[in-house]
C-alpha cells in the first residue's frame, strides 16, 4: 500500500510569483486536505476536496485554490506569492464515509518546503 | 470555533523520566482529539485518537492519553522516557464529527530528552 506522496519536495520562489503543489493520496482514500505549517506553529486547515469539489475551507485569501482530479490526487495552487508563505505544505488524505459515524484517520505526506524570497 | 492550547512550547525530559505534555480545547462538546508526532523534516504521524471510546487511549510507541471532558484536557504521558522520543508534538482536535470534518492543531510541544 503506498502511502501519501508529495512533490516537490522543496521549492524556492520569489515574490508575485505562482506555485503548483502536488499531492497523491493513499489508496482507497477518496478525500484530500491541505494545510500550511508555518516555522515553530502548528498545522493550519487551508481547504478540503472531496471528490473533485472543495469541502470546506479555512481562513486562507482566494490566490490559494486547489484541485482534486478523478484518481483523488490534489494539487494546491498559491498566485502572487507573498513572503508570509513561506511554510511547510501538507496534504492529508482520508477515507470520507458519509453518514457514516465513523472518523477515518488522516493521513500525512512528508510535505512540500515552500521559500519565498 | 474549536481552539487547542498546548501548554508549554518546550518541555525537556531526562531519559527514563515521565514524559507530560499537556493540552486544552475549547469545546464543551466532545470532539474527536489527537495526538501526532512530527520528526524534523517530516511529515505528521498520528500517536493515538480519542473517539468517544473508553476515555483512556494508548496509542503508539507507549505513550497514551486521558480525556477528561470535566477539565476539557488531553494530556498525553509516556511512562518511561527515550532518547527517540525526541520531536514536536502536535495535539489537536477536530471541528465536527464528520470523517471529513477539518483538524485544528495547537501550536506544538517540542519535546527534548536528556541523556
Known amino acids: 500500500e503506498t502511502g501519501v506522496t508529495q512533490s516537490p519536495t522543496h521549492l524556492i520562489k520569489t515574490r508575485g510569483q505562482q506555485v503548483t503543489l502536488r499531492c497523491s493520496s493513499q489508496?482507497?482514500?477518496?478525500?484530500v486536505s491541505w494545510y500550511q505549517q508555518a516555522l515553530g506553529q502548528g498545522p493550519q486547515f487551508i481547504f478540503q476536496?472531496?471528490?473533485?469539489?472543495e469541502n470546506g475551507r479555512g481562513n486562507f485569501p482566494p490566490r490559494f485554490s486547489g484541485l482534486q482530479f478523478p484518481n483523488y490526487s490534489s494539487e494546491l495552487n498559491v498566485n502572487a506569492l507573498e513572503l508570509d508563505d513561506s511554510a511547510l505544505y501538507l496534504c492529508?488524505?482520508?477515507?470520507?464515509?458519509w453518514g457514516g459515524g465513523v472518523y477515518n484517520e488522516q493521513f500525512f505526506g512528508p510535505g512540500t518546503r515552500l521559500t519565498v524570497l | 470555533a474549536q481552539s487547542v492550547t498546548q501548554l508549554g512550547s518546550h518541555v525537556s525530559v531526562s531519559e527514563g523520566a515521565l514524559v507530560l505534555l499537556r493540552c486544552n480545547y475549547s469545546?464543551?462538546?466532545?470532539?474527536?482529539l489527537f495526538w501526532y508526532v512530527q520528526y524534523p523534516n517530516q511529515g505528521l504521524q498520528l500517536l493515538l485518537k480519542?473517539?468517544?471510546?473508553?476515555?483512556l487511549v494508548k496509542g503508539i510507541n507507549g505513550f497514551e492519553a486521558e480525556f477528561k471532558k470535566s477539565e476539557t484536557s488531553f494530556h498525553l504521558t509516556k511512562p518511561s522516557a527515550h532518547m527517540s522520543d525526541a520531536a514536536e508534538y502536535f495535539c489537536?482536535?477536530?471541528?465536527?464529527?464528520?470523517?471529513?470534518?477539518?483538524?485544528?492543531f495547537g501550536s506544538g510541544t517540542r519535546l527534548s530528552i536528556r541523556p
Open positions: 492529508a488524505s482520508s477515507s470520507t464515509l
Open positions: 480519542y473517539t468517544s471510546a473508553a476515555t
Open positions: 489537536a482536535v477536530t471541528e465536527g464529527l464528520s470523517s471529513a470534518s477539518k483538524i485544528i
Open positions: 469545546s464543551s462538546v466532545p470532539p474527536y
Open positions: 476536496y472531496y471528490r473533485e469539489e
Open positions: 489508496s482507497g482514500h477518496n478525500t
